[in-house]
């Protein structure tokens, strides 16, 4: 029987945060770093409330749901993406580093602006349900899905666009036009869904070069940091098959 | 001047048909890497046969130069497969470049991703920029070597180029060079494709596990290289040739070059 994790009570943590402002003119980029007592049960995000709070309110960072599902407070820690209400304090180092996750628009400290990228990745691949009628009959029933494929489409749907897969890819560090593993993995939901009715044709158009599927150099970050563990190598390895056959 | 090209220069190449040859490049990066990782290790082997003895080397050796099927040695075979590994060489680095850092603030950026990340596929892909980078000036001087020198290939001769024209140093290189490289291509290529479906954690110990036993080898057949090119130097420039061989060989090798043992007598 594995005993529980235990925090210290009486363990003091080190929090090293990169601070800077992109809208001050005189911000420069630096480390700041702040002590708290960790807590039973306190998770990354919690220490940085009670850091905001108590100790300096001027920190910025991104939160809305607390409970891994909204994806906002994806941020380096220690390096490596991950979302903060996610990781718990006791299993970190003493002194561990936030950062916030790069490629993304920064707005402020741990604060990025995925949602811009995010809607733009969208809209550049047209990830939306291509279905065959222009104008949809809001009246009439849906047509019927096999459980296995509402299941599969389900499970390629549980992306959260946290931005973690990005921030951990080194070719998108490189290649700011590389639509990422979320983009991919966009692509393969679609694919798999009989209501859209686009082929592989078409999704050779949106993901058919450098900046899609052939971009990636299968470095794996994505899927070893995805906080939904979605199996994002498969997804890719699975699309660069199906693109490199429309060659 | 085509009119896509006109296109293309009019930086309107985002509302053209997306080209093909993306995946194409993709295919023949892939494709190119595979032989040429397959090549490398089932030459390994063959170089290691000097560990069987310098009789073993030769007759391996003879045998890419169609000694026993062609009526005697025809080095210039062993110059074709150079040429075309040398092709698909630079095919094959042409291809990887795309994939390179472009400029110093890419590299950067990729380098110090890779550190704050401690992610070992990152790390390995980078260490196969590094190899890949010194292959380009290491597999080409060798290669290139094979293709005008073919017949400087024998248990002395190769031993007499790695010792007495010291170049152990670059075989060293090279070795440790290509080992890493392949055996990191291979490993990312099956996880690219996903390929064969084994999981990663067995493809990354079988990756270490032959990257370690073909580097073992390597060195092993570079020591044996460097012992005889030691004990040969005072005979710089002498060819082996096996006193004898065994009987099975023997019936291939070209009339007259090896006495005949005639047919064991009939009992009866």
């Not at chain 1, 402020?108 to 811009?116: R, W, Y």
């Not at chain 2, 040398?86 to 094959?92: A, E, P």
Request: overall charge neutral.
């Amino acid at each position: 029987m594995s005993a529980e994790k235990t925090p210290n009570p009486s363990r003091r943590v080190t929090l090293n945060i990169l601070r800077y402002n992109p809208q001050e003119a005189e911000s420069e980029p630096r480390l700041q770093r702040y002590a708290l007592e960790e807590a039973d049960g306190m998770t990354l995000f919690i220490a940085l409330n009670e850091l905001r709070e108590h100790q300096d309110p001027t920190l910025q960072f991104d939160f809305v749901c607390r409970a891994g599902i909204c994806g906002s407070c994806a941020m380096m820690v220690n390096g490596r993406p991950r979302l903060a209400c996610r990781t718990l304090v006791a299993d970190l180092p003493s002194e561990t580093t936030l950062t916030p996750l790069p490629f993304f628009e920064l707005i402020g400290d741990l604060s990025v602006n995925t949602g811009k990228w995010m809607r733009g990745m969208s809209e550049r691949l047209e990830t939306w349900l291509h279905a065959r009628e222009t104008e949809p009959d809001l009246g009439r029933i849906e047509e019927r899905m096999q459980p296995e494929t509402a299941e599969a489409i389900y499970e390629l749907d549980r992306c959260i666009e946290c931005g973690c897969c990005v921030a951990a890819c080194g070719t998108a560090q490189m290649r700011p036009d590389f639509v990422g593993a979320v983009g991919l993995g966009k692509i393969v939901r679609f694919r798999a869904d009989p209501r859209d009715t686009r082929d592989d044709d078409d999704y050779f158009e949106l993901i058919g070069d450098d900046t899609g599927v052939f971009g990636c150099m299968s470095l794996l970050a994505c899927h070893d940091v995805c906080p939904k563990s979605l199996p994002l190598k498969t997804q890719i390895a699975f699309l660069r098959r199906k693109m490199a056959l429309i060659a | 001047m085509s009119t896509s090209a006109l296109i293309v220069q009019s930086g309107l190449a985002d509302h053209l048909r997306k080209s093909r040859w993306p995946a194409r490049l993709d295919l023949l990066q892939s494709g190119t890497g595979l032989i040429l990782a397959l090549f490398m290790w089932g030459h390994m082997f063959f170089v290691a046969s000097i560990l069987l003895g310098e009789t073993a080397m030769w007759t391996v050796t003879r045998m890419f130069e169609g000694y026993f099927f062609f009526g005697g040695a025809r080095p210039r075979l062993v110059s074709c497969v150079a040429a075309g590994v040398l092709l698909l060489f630079v095919l094959h680095a042409l291809l990887a470049l795309r994939k390179f850092p472009a400029n110093y603030r890419q590299y950067r950026v990729l380098r110090a991703h890779v550190r704050a990340m401690r992610h070992e596929d990152s790390a390995l892909w980078i260490w196969q920029v590094y190899t890949g980078f010194a292959l380009f000036f290491l597999a080409s001087a060798h290669l290139y070597q094979m293709l005008v020198w073919p017949q400087n290939i024998g248990p002395y001769a190769s031993a007499d180029r790695v010792w007495s024209d010291g170049l152990w140093p670059f075989y060293l290189l090279m070795l440790l060079a290509v080992e890493a490289h392949g055996g990191i291509g291979l490993y990312r290529l099956a996880m690219k494709w996903n390929w064969p479906r084994f999981s990663r954690n067995f493809l990354k110990k079988l990756k270490w596990g032959l990257t370690g036993f073909f580097l073992i080898l390597g060195l092993m057949t570079l020591g044996a290289y460097m012992k005889i090119g030691f004990e040969h130097q005072a005979r710089y420039g002498e060819r082996y040739r096996p006193a004898e061989l065994p009987a099975w060989l023997e019936r291939l090798a070209p009339e007259g070059d090896f006495p005949r043992r005639g047919p064991k007598e009939n009992a009866s």
